[in-house]
């Protein structure tokens, strides 16, 4: 049984946790009190037993990304701790009688193209390509087309892609939007990672871009925009960086 908490699917649920995941881990790595610590790390700890029991690789793969790229901004010793705390979560759920089909999701991620999911979903990738070819600069709106209109017997309705999606739906122009607003996040949090004096800014700011990075690692494998809890997640990181820049300009 794979989790999938409130969410309609595990890969959804996962795509939801490597962002938290990531927020709350750069939140850890810069709190001074003990008490705080604390709970952090139980919350942090809970979050990822729950990632790995989704099964998820994209989800595992998009955590990964988004705590290396928050390790690297913060001290070097942490990329220690996070190994390390991997590691052990790993040996954990390898005692758990799954652990069979968890060292089969982990090493199919090395080899791609023997996974029927993964090849199939490159032809539904080929598919929405092709359509975003015919209407480029405008898309062809919302909720993509029918299976029926797939060739070869792809049977799927969406193209477990957040980008080619927007590509998709809204043209080369939506697709341009959301690029420059992922980029002023990312412009404007790495501002309040070397300007700001106070560590719950920094370390905020420090996960919001490691929660950015996974959520677009996760946006590979999944349309994310067609569930109201990652477009909530989603806003909800730009409206707490515009918060911290307000707050930060209060400040100084």
Not at 56 to 61: D, H, V
Not at 181 to 204: E, P, Y
Request: net charge positive; with cysteine; hydrophobic share 50%.
């Amino acid at each position: 049984m794979r989790a999938f908490g409130s969410f309609f699917a595990h890969n959804a649920f996962a795509s939801f946790l490597s962002v938290t995941i990531c927020i709350t881990y750069g939140l850890l790595l810069n709190s001074g009190r003990r008490r705080t610590i604390f709970w952090i790390r139980v919350l942090l700890i809970l979050q990822s037993l729950a990632l790995l029991f989704t099964f998820s690789r994209g989800g595992w793969m998009a955590t990964i990304g988004g705590l290396m790229i928050i390790s690297l901004l913060s001290k070097r010793k942490q990329i220690v701790y996070l190994l390390i705390s991997l590691g052990l979560i790993i040996l954990i759920l390898s005692m758990l009688g799954s652990s069979n089909y968890f060292v089969h999701r982990v090493t199919s991620i090395f080899s791609p193209t023997e996974q029927g999911e993964f090849t199939g979903r490159m032809d539904v990738w080929k598919a929405y390509g092709e359509r975003v070819l015919k209407n480029p600069l405008l898309g062809s709106g919302n909720m993509g087309f029918l299976s029926t209109d797939f060739k070869k017997g792809v049977n799927i309705h969406t193209p477990h892609n957040n980008l080619i999606c927007i590509a998709y739906e809204s043209g080369v122009l939506g697709l341009f939007c959301y690029l420059f607003i992922v980029l002023f996040m990312f412009r404007d949090n790495f501002f309040l990672i070397n300007t700001s004096r106070d560590n719950f800014t920094r370390g905020l700011s420090i996960g919001i871009i490691g929660g950015i990075v996974s959520y677009n690692i996760a946006g590979m494998f999944e349309v994310l925009f067609y569930n109201i809890q990652h477009e909530s997640l989603f806003w909800f990181m730009f409206g707490v960086t515009a918060v911290l820049l307000k707050l930060n300009h209060i400040k100084a």
